[in-house]
């Protein structure tokens, strides 16, 4: 009986691997980080998608300006949509990080376009001018008579 108690304890302990209970704190511990984690990284992907619409905003920004120095106005609206530029680097027409296109829109000023706005429509997709998601780029204005 003695051999038969002392082979079951030997057997015991030569086997190698965890407890379930070392097994369970492994998986709440788990649990817990990815409770933390989670909703940190949401936050992230939703102010790198504000900033990446930003910087395509300023790159619009850039090509309206260059068409500005060289026609001494801005582009021609094309119903509310960004025009594409392919002289001045914006060869298709851009979207927005949430796949909407942005909102353009010139002001006319002694016969030359010489103002413009710019606007995303942001994450909710719908521009409504009053929305705090709606982004807008600065609203600039070239050279000349106002």
């Given at each position: ?91 298709t027409i851009p ?52």
């Amino acid at each position: 009986m003695l051999k038969s108690m002392y082979k079951a304890t030997e057997r015991s302990r030569n086997q190698k691997g965890f407890t379930l209970v070392e097994l369970m704190v492994v998986v709440v511990i788990l649990g817990v980080l990815a409770a933390l984690v989670i909703p940190t990284l949401s936050g992230q992907i939703d102010k790198a998608k504000i900033n990446r619409t930003y910087a395509d905003m300023k790159s619009i920004q850039n090509a309206l300006q260059l068409h500005f120095a060289d026609n001494n106005q801005y582009p021609a609206a094309t119903g509310t949509a960004v025009p594409a530029l392919p002289n001045y680097g914006l060869a298709t027409i851009p979207t927005d990080a949430w796949g909407q296109p942005f909102y353009y829109e010139t002001v006319t000023v002694a016969g030359r376009r010489t103002e413009y706005n710019l606007y995303s429509s942001g994450p909710n997709g719908t521009f409504d001018g009053a929305n705090s998601d709606d982004l807008a780029a600065t609203h600039l204005r070239g050279p000349g008579p106002r």
